[in-house]
C-alpha cells in the first residue's frame, strides 16, 4: 500500500508560503507557512499533521489490540503532542495521552494493550524520537 501527498512552496521561509494537497483530497492546497509552523498563524504545519498521523495510527492500532481480544471500545480518544527543538532543528518526542471506555476490562488489561498498541502502531515505529504514553480507562 502506498499513499501520497504533495508540497509545493513558493518564496523564502520567512516570507513564502506553501499549500499541501493529499492523495484523498482531504488536504486541498492546505496552506502553511513559517508562522504556521514556528508561530500561531493560520494553516498547519508538519508537526500538526505527524501528531494527527500518530493519533490515528495508535487508536485503531489499540482498536484492533482490543477487538481480537474480545473487547467493544465504546469510546477512544487520543492526543498526540508533537515536540520541535528549534534549537536543534529536530522533532524530538511524541506524547500521546489516552482516554478510553472500554466495558468488562481491567485496568490491567487495558495497560497491557495500551502498551502493545504503542508498540506496534506503524506510525510509532517509523519515529525515530521519545514515545510517551499516558493511558487512562474511564469507565464508569
Known amino acids: 500500500m502506498k499513499r501520497n501527498a504533495t508540497a509545493v512552496w513558493n518564496g523564502t521561509i520567512k516570507e513564502g508560503k506553501g499549500h499541501l494537497t493529499t492523495q484523498s483530497s482531504t488536504l486541498s492546497q492546505t496552506q502553511y507557512s513559517f508562522n504556521s509552523r514556528f508561530e500561531e498563524g493560520v494553516g498547519t504545519n508538519p508537526e500538526e ?48 495521552t489516552l482516554t478510553a471506555k472500554v466495558p468488562g476490562i481491567s485496568e490491567e488489561e487495558f495497560q497491557k494493550y495500551a502498551k502493545i498498541a504503542e508498540e506496534g502502531c506503524p506510525v510509532s515505529a517509523a519515529f525515530n524520537f521519545e514515545i510517551t504514553l499516558e493511558a487512562t480507562l474511564a469507565n464508569s
Open 49 to 96: 499533521l505527524l501528531a494527527a498521523a500518530h493519533a490515528g495510527c495508535f487508536t485503531m492500532k489499540l482498536s484492533a489490540e482490543l477487538s481480537q481480544a474480545g473487547f467493544t471500545p465504546e469510546e477512544l480518544t487520543t492526543k498526540s503532542v508533537i515536540t520541535l527543538d528549534p534549537s536543534v532543528g529536530k522533532i524530538t518526542k511524541s506524547e500521546l
